[in-house]
């Protein structure tokens, strides 16, 4: 089936140790995007794609860096993290950009940051 | 601003009763609507989603929505709850204008006594 795919599902790592979250969709959807949702939190979007735009939410923390290198896959990069970085994180995709289009979501990846 | 309000952080149903779920929303535009479900540990699925026309919008499971644009509110219901109905519901408004970001409530959490 056609989805969206996180790996790992869980990720544990040191606080400061830089860590990389994957991203990847069978979909061949044109919009990636990366939401941080903390512990009974509404999620919150960090950064979007469309194509290799690369457009950063004006919050998002200069810590948090993103890649796609190409349509299928996108990249968190977390430079350093720290305890607050805990969360889940989730990506979508999106076909287009007409305002109608749907985002999909995948099963998130839980990070834990000691 | 944009917001997205959920009045009730929890909320409990025994099996076969009536659910309702509310939303309120703060939006200076014609809103997209949007209600996602999420399973413990998991992404986000859609319900239902609410673009133009009918204000009555279907989903899936059995769940519906109503848009009322003098009350800024897009109410799920259900007229009969199932067990597996528990989860975190949220209510999502869609910014438009191409990436259609969405601004998300704080989220209800579902339980459901047999």
């Known amino acids: 089936d056609a989805m969206v795919i996180q790996n790992p599902r869980y990720q544990v790592t040191q606080f400061g140790k830089p860590v990389t979250l994957s991203c990847s969709q069978t979909?061949?959807?044109?919009?990636m995007y990366w939401y941080q949702q903390k512990s009974s939190q509404a999620p919150k979007l960090l950064f979007h794609?469309?194509?290799?735009?690369?457009?950063n939410e004006a919050d998002t923390p200069d810590n948090f860096q993103s890649r796609r290198p190409n349509t299928s896959f996108c990249f968190l990069d977390i430079r350093s993290p720290g305890l607050g970085d805990a969360a889940m994180y989730l990506c979508a995709t999106r076909r287009g950009l007409r305002d109608q289009e749907t985002q999909y979501f995948g099963p998130g990846t839980r990070l834990l940051v000691l | 601003a944009q917001s997205v309000t959920q009045p009730d952080i929890h909320i409990t149903v025994s099996e076969g009763a009536s659910l309702e779920l509310r939303c309120n929303y703060s939006y200076g535009a014609t809103p997209y609507l949007f209600w996602y479900v999420q399973s413990p540990g998991q992404g986000l699925q859609l319900l239902l989603k609410y673009f133009s026309g009918d204000t009555l919008v279907q989903g899936i499971k059995g769940f519906e929505a109503e848009f009322k644009r003098s009350q800024s509110s897009f109410n799920l219901r259900k007229p009969s709850v199932h067990w597996s109905d528990a989860a975190e519901y949220f209510c999502a408004v869609g910014l438009g204008g191409g990436y259609n970001k969405l601004i998300f409530g704080a989220g209800t959490r579902l339980a459901v006594h047999p």
């Open positions: 979909l061949n959807h044109n919009v």
């Open positions: 794609y469309y194509d290799k735009d690369f457009n």
